[in-house]
């Protein structure tokens, strides 16, 4: 107890604490890129008035519990620095309502809302100002401390009280739209801040209670105020998480706004054929621009080839849009100027209505794969929710459920399309292709069922079964008499990032009685961009036991020199969009021509997929391909055929 009870043991230790957290959230703080200026202002705002509370707060303690400091620095002044203490605490509350608003984008438009906001502060503020001077309030004792009169002192809580019953209104609302950590740790911070006066009275000291503001400003720098999250480091904008966090608030606040969008066409080939810093430059100069159009500044890079704006109150139809869109227009009919080189880019802008067109986040997720498809293909001013076929909407509604009881109902099927070693003159490996048959649809593309697989959940289930009927078919058939070394399973990124997928897939392999070398694992660029921790744990231990991978789909994502020689990868399989542009044009020629040199520079393998005709194979094998996959050889086929094949062609 005799700590709790005697506050000069620990008050001063608190305080000098408390500045060195402070100073350690400033730092972090100033160091951070912002997005949200509002939010920054605002949060910067709060650091210095919880540093100067801690500050009169550590003046206050030394007068009160050090020989030296008390005749250092006097009475008087030290009434001075406890009614500053008290000043910058009551203000406080109304900075930290100011912070939460800002973080959900409400903003108090009118005279008269921002008067009710700032009205209880200005009242707590006053009654310290008054009280000074007139004793009516409070009274400073003979030992340096404010001695409240009640009941008009006590008047002085009203406005936090206040404060505390609308934070409540506003967390209950709206941390729904955030994420479980930033939720808790606004949460954290509310309650905090709701102890204050319990702990000031416990304790008979408020230095505990400084320290905890302290606390938790040093937690909401690393949530709120770190734009990991919210900001993209290439571009400079915005975020996905950002954009989605920003619609669900204007939602839920019943706000009316529209979502500008400018689709440039092929952005991210054009931005995967450069080296980073180039990339980085030409996507900055994109951002930059744009932001002179938003209102409040901040532009979104959400999707690969896509920027977005948000306009308040602003419908489509309106001349704000259509001014913006001539500017644009405007502007991408001349080349951005990257270093020495100049870019041609071509755009379709397009605008959805907030919530006119699309009333909630997931209906505009929707809306957004179908609308993905009309950008590629339109070339009007300006493309609308109303422009495209909503019926494809349904449609994937319908598919999603065709694809959660695929398995059930025995919908999938697993075929294999041989791949040709020029080296052996044998079809020494394959790819395993699932297949989605429905009974009134028939055929589903992987293309269209995978995404929503994905979205679903489903995709876990079905990797396994895909998996299984793979080492299925090994164990049970002649293929590895036949010639077979090898199959590749393409992987999902939703499976990488499982922390059991080395022993689910392990567990697998004994069950069948199936060697690792006989799998290989196609992993895609794509997804290799945005690897974690968990996905580079899962790919080394797989590794380890004897599994070797793929990169899929290489060329069409963010290709350069240095990610290329750190994949962990031992074969590169060339897209099939780079195959055929190849033999449509020198320039594309040159480009597949050196990806493979540096490739095979690298010591690894190369898969030429989409290969169709024999010229384009005897081309690819001169070039030093060492596996050639396409319909030019043979097309996917069920697991009877496929081993008939093989039987007939490497017999």
């Known amino acids: 107890?005799?700590?709790?009870?005697?506050?000069?043991?620990?008050?001063?230790?608190?305080?000098?604490?408390?500045?060195?957290?402070?100073?350690?959230?400033?730092?972090?703080?100033?160091?951070?890129?912002?997005?949200?200026?509002?939010?920054?202002?605002?949060?910067?705002?709060?650091?210095?008035?919880?540093?100067?509370?801690?500050?009169?707060?550590?003046?206050?303690?030394?007068?009160?519990?050090?020989?030296?400091?008390?005749?250092?620095?006097?009475?008087?002044?030290?009434?001075?620095?406890?009614?500053?203490?008290?000043?910058?605490?009551h203000l406080l509350p109304y900075l930290s309502i100011c912070y939460v608003m800002s973080i959900f984008q409400i903003d108090f438009n009118t005279v008269l809302k921002k008067a009710i906001i700032i009205i209880p502060t200005a009242y707590s503020l006053s009654v310290f100002m008054i009280g000074f001077f007139t004793r009516f309030f409070f009274y400073f004792t003979e030992d340096?401390?404010?001695?409240?009169?009640?009941?008009?002192?006590?008047?002085?809580?009203?406005?936090?009280?206040?404060?505390?019953?609308?934070?409540?209104?506003?967390?209950?609302?709206?941390?729904?739209?955030?994420?479980?950590e930033k939720a808790y740790a606004l949460w954290v911070y509310y309650i905090l801040m709701l102890l204050a006066v319990p702990i000031r009275i416990i304790?008979?000291?408020?230095?505990?209670?400084?320290?905890?503001?302290?606390?938790?400003?040093?937690?909401?720098?690393?949530?709120?105020?770190?734009?990991?999250?919210?900001?993209?480091?290439?571009?400079?904008?915005?975020?996905?998480?950002?954009?989605n966090f920003a619609v669900s608030t204007n939602l839920l606040q019943k706000k009316e706004f529209t979502l500008y969008g400018v689709h440039i066409d092929r952005l991210s080939v054009l931005i995967g054929e450069k080296q980073p810093e180039k990339a980085a430059e030409l996507l900055s100069q994109i951002t930059e621009y744009l932001r002179g159009f938003s209102p409040d500044g901040i532009v979104y890079y959400p999707y690969m080839e896509d920027f977005v704006m948000l306009f308040p109150d602003v419908t489509a139809d309106e001349s704000t849009i259509e001014k913006i869109t001539d500017e644009i227009k405007r502007r991408f009919r001349d080349h951005w100027k990257v270093g020495d080189e100049e870019i041609k880019l071509i755009e379709t802008?397009?605008?959805?209505?907030?919530?006119?067109?699309?009333?909630?986040?997931?209906?505009?997720?929707?809306?957004r794969g179908v609308l993905e498809k009309a950008l590629t293909k339109q070339s009007r001013d300006i493309v609308r929710v109303a422009d495209i076929n909503l019926k494809v909407v349904e449609h994937d509604k319908k598919i999603d459920g065709i694809v959660k009881h695929a398995l059930d109902d025995e919908l999938l099927d697993v075929y294999y399309q041989p791949?040709?070693?020029?080296?052996?003159?044998?079809?020494?490996?394959?790819?395993?292709?699932?297949?989605?048959?429905?009974?009134?649809?028939?055929?589903?593309?992987?293309?269209?069922?995978?995404p929503i697989a994905e979205r679903n959940g489903t995709i876990l289930a079905i990797d396994k079964f895909v998996l299984s009927s793979v080492c299925d078919m090994l164990s049970k058939t002649d293929v590895r008499k036949y010639g077979l070394e090898y199959t590749e399973v393409n992987l999902s990124v939703v499976d990488c990032i499982q922390t059991n997928l080395a022993d689910?897939?392990?567990?697998?392999?004994?069950k069948y009685q199936?060697?690792?070398?006989?799998?290989?694992?196609?992993?895609?660029?794509?997804?290799?961009?945005g690897i974690t921790a968990a996905m580079d744990e899962n790919i080394r231990k797989l590794m380890e036991m004897g599994i070797s991978f793929s990169m899929d789909d290489f060329g069409t994502g963010y290709s350069n020199l240095v990610r290329i020689a750190t994949m962990p990868v031992e074969i590169f399989k060339l897209d099939k969009s780079i195959i055929q542009s190849a033999f449509e044009s020198e320039t594309s020629y040159m480009v597949m021509l050196n990806l493979i040199k540096i490739i095979k520079s690298l010591g690894k393998e190369i898969v030429a997929e989409g290969v169709e005709t024999g010229e384009q194979a005897r081309q690819l094998i001169k070039l030093g391909c060492d596996h050639i996959q396409g319909f030019f050889y043979a097309r996917p086929m069920p697991r009877d055929q496929f081993v008939q094949f093989l039987k007939e062609h490497n017999g």
Do not use: W
């Open 144 to 180: 340096g401390n404010i001695k409240f009169i009640y009941p008009q002192g006590a008047t002085v809580y009203i406005g936090a009280d206040l404060y505390f019953i609308f934070a409540t209104y506003l967390l209950i609302k709206y941390t729904k739209t955030l994420s479980s």
């Open 504 to 510: 689910n897939v392990m567990g697998t392999l004994n």
């Open 349 to 367: 802008p397009y605008a959805v209505v907030f919530p006119e067109e699309v009333d909630s986040l997931e209906r505009y997720n929707e809306v």
């Open 1 to 89: 107890m005799g700590l709790i009870t005697k506050p000069q043991t620990y008050n001063i230790c608190f305080s000098i604490a408390a500045l060195v957290l402070i100073f350690v959230t400033y730092l972090i703080h100033a160091s951070e890129e912002k997005v949200f200026n509002r939010q920054g202002h605002i949060f910067g705002a709060l650091i210095f008035d919880a540093f100067m509370l801690n500050l009169m707060g550590l003046i206050h303690n030394a007068y009160l519990y050090s020989d030296v400091g008390a005749a250092a620095i006097g009475y008087d002044i030290n009434c001075y620095v406890v009614l500053a203490e008290k000043l910058f605490a």
């Open 203 to 243: 304790s008979r000291s408020s230095s505990i209670f400084e320290f905890s503001v302290s606390l938790a400003l040093l937690l909401c720098v690393y949530t709120f105020q770190n734009p990991s999250e919210f900001v993209d480091r290439m571009s400079g904008a915005a975020t996905r998480n950002a954009l």
């Open 514 to 529: 199936i060697a690792p070398k006989e799998i290989n694992f196609e992993i895609t660029e794509t997804y290799e961009q």
């Open 419 to 450: 791949i040709y070693s020029p080296v052996t003159g044998k079809f020494s490996s394959c790819e395993a292709l699932l297949r989605l048959k429905d009974p009134q649809l028939g055929f589903i593309s992987p293309a269209i069922f995978m």
